[in-house]
């Protein structure tokens, strides 16, 4: 499947932004939706997973500002991004997997000034 990222931006420390992740058809064998953010010279982080059951986790470093969801309606997946740090300056990516397979979107660009 498909997956393309929308709504990152740039954005003053303290602020929000909402990401949202489309899927190019409607997913029915989905087992985890993610997020995952690269910044510059470091390894890919994990940031946040939605089960299909419901639950969700979050990095220590998001815990309590970042909040994952997904609407099934819309078959959207999305990621509510609030008290935004500098640090939080990375491309962000969905992923899903599906039936045992990984897809990745191109990722969205959040840059965080302080």
């Known amino acids: 499947v498909d997956l393309e990222e929308s709504g990152g931006g740039s954005v003053q420390a303290g602020g929000s932004l909402r990401l949202s992740c489309a899927p190019s058809?409607?997913?029915?064998?989905?087992?985890?939706m993610s997020w995952y953010r690269r910044a510059p010279g470091q390894e890919r982080e994990l940031v946040a997973t939605i089960t299909r059951a419901g639950s969700t986790t979050y990095a220590d470093s998001v815990k309590g500002r970042f909040t994952i969801s997904r609407d099934n309606a819309k078959n959207m997946l999305y990621l509510q991004m609030n008290s935004l740090k500098p640090e939080d300056t990375a491309v962000y990516y969905c992923n899903v997997i599906e039936i045992g397979f990984s897809s990745w979107g191109q990722g969205t660009q959040v840059t965080v000034s302080s």
């Open positions: 058809r409607v997913i029915n064998n989905w087992e985890d």
